[in-house]
């Protein structure tokens, strides 16, 4: 790497763990790059001044991130805002480009926090995972169940990050 490396959070809401994978993905991107990273759920961080940079992400259920994702934004909103943050979401998985996966709060929390860009990624539908009320709402949707998820879109996004922070890090003085 050119420049130096940075310390980068990973930081995602996961109801099943399927949205947690795809951030545990963009961090080793990062990781390979040679930055310091961490992974945290969102309520389990505490402070993110020691961070360049984070990577928020959550899990879209009913067109909505998941609360602690959303809380996530509002708590550390004019810390975030001194950093570099992206931010991405996971829904049905097979409508990653829809309006599911475009939650209501999104364009708010994005400007709350600073955040640079958006993207969604398909997920993973297994019904033995979900609880009966999560079951009927995706009947409703007629979401197709299995693991839709595609880690090369994820690692190549992942790589699009790496490539911006190797633009903000000074280089290296001899």
Known sequence: MEG????????VASRHGATAEIGSAVADVLRADGHSVDEAAPDEVVD?????????????????WLPAARDFGSRFAPD????????FSSGLATQPAASANSPHELLALMQDVGALGHRAFAGRLLRSEL????????AGARAKEGDHRDFDAVRAWAG??????RTLAPAATA
Do not use: C, N
């Open 48 to 64: 993110v001044t020691p961070y360049d940079a984070v990577v928020l992400g959550s899990a879209v259920y009913t067109a909505h």
């Open 160 to 165: 699009q990050l790496a490539e911006h922070l």
């Open 131 to 138: 609880a009966f009320a999560e079951r009927a709402l995706i």
């Open 4 to 11: 130096r490396a940075m310390r980068i959070l990973v930081t």
């Open 80 to 87: 975030l805002r001194r950093r570099v943050v992206w931010v």
